[in-house]
C-alpha cells in the first residue's frame, strides 16, 4: 500500500470513529459529551473505539481474595468539610442509620434508599483491580447492589442517557447507561469482607470497574438520571482538566 493510501486509510478510520460516537450514545444524534473541546479530541476517540471494538459486557478481570493487596485512601476530602458537610457529619454520627440515597430523575418511581435498604436488594461481590490515575495500583474486594439494579426500582424512563452522581465532598460525575448497567458497576458498602470504611467512601461509594479509579465517586448521597449531559461546571471532571471517559 502507497504512503498516501495510508495516510487516507488512518484519517478514514479516525474519523469514522470519532463521528460514530453519536451513534453510539442510545441511537441518538447529539456528540459525544466531551465534542467542542479541542483538547478532550483523544476522549472522543478512546469512547468511540471502546464502544465499538468491546463488547458492552466485557468483565474487568477479576482475582482471588488471595491477591488482594493494601489500598491507600488517596485523594480523599473530608466529607465532613464540603458543602453537604453537617449533614455528613449528622448520618456519621448515628451510624449512618439515617443515611439516605436519593434517585431521581428521569424516572418514573423516585425513591430514596437506606443503607438496609440497599443491603437487602440482590448483591455482587467482586474483587477487582483499582487502577489510580496517578500511576499507582492496588487490589480489593467489593460488595454491593448492582446499580442497574437500583435503576431497575426506580423505573428509568426512555429517553434517560445518563446516570449523575452528587456525594457529600462536592464532587460529581456521571457515566452513560452502557457503564451503569454494566455487570461490574455497583454501589458499594462493603470492602474486603467488612463495612466500607470512611476513608474509602462510607457509607456507600461507587465501582465502575471499566473505567480509572476517579470514576468511581465515594460518599454518594444522590443519584439523578438525566436525558443530557452535564459537565457539572467547576465541580465536574472536564473543566478541571480530567476526562470524562476512562475506559480500561
Known amino acids: 500500500m502507497t504512503d498516501a493510501r495510508i495516510r487516507i486509510s488512518r484519517r478514514a478510520l479516525i474519523g469514522g470513529l470519532a463521528s460514530s460516537a453519536g451513534l453510539l450514545l442510545s441511537g441518538c444524534n447529539e456528540e459525544p459529551p466531551t465534542y467542542g473541546n479541542l483538547l478532550r ?26 491477591e488482594i493487596t493494601s489500598m491507600p485512601a488517596i485523594g480523599t476530602v473530608d466529607p465532613t468539610q464540603g458543602k453537604a458537610g453537617d449533614q455528613y457529619a449528622a448520618v456519621m454520627r448515628g451510624d449512618f442509620a439515617d443515611w439516605r440515597l436519593e434517585v431521581v430523575g ?15 436488594m440482590k448483591s455482587r461481590t467482586q474483587v477487582t483491580r483499582h487502577m489510580c490515575e496517578e500511576g499507582w495500583t492496588a487490589i480489593a474486594e467489593w460488595t454491593g447492589v448492582p446499580l442497574g ?12 442517557r445518563f446516570v449523575e452522581f452528587h456525594s457529600f465532598d462536592g ?12 455487570p ?27 473505567q480509572i479509579g476517579y470514576k468511581s465517586l465515594k460518599f454518594l448521597r444522590r443519584i439523578v438520571v438525566a436525558d443530557r449531559f452535564n459537565d457539572f461546571g467547576k465541580t465536574g471532571s472536564i473543566q478541571n482538566g480530567w476526562a470524562w471517559h476512562v475506559g480500561i
Open 41 to 66: 479530541m483523544g476522549d472522543n476517540l478512546t469512547y468511540s473505539a471502546q464502544r465499538l471494538l468491546l463488547s458492552r459486557t466485557s468483565l474487568a478481570r477479576e482475582y482471588d481474595r488471595a
Open 106 to 120: 428521569s424516572v418514573g418511581q423516585p425513591k430514596s434508599f437506606s443503607l438496609a435498604d440497599l443491603k437487602r
Open 149 to 160: 439494579a437500583v435503576l431497575e426500582a426506580v423505573a428509568i424512563r426512555p429517553a434517560a
Open 171 to 182: 464532587l460529581a460525575d456521571s457515566v452513560d447507561l452502557v457503564d451503569a448497567f454494566h
Open 184 to 210: 461490574q458497576t455497583i454501589l458499594a458498602y462493603g470492602m474486603n469482607g467488612r463495612d466500607l470504611p470512611i476513608p474509602h467512601g462510607a457509607p456507600l461509594r461507587l465501582r465502575v470497574e471499566r
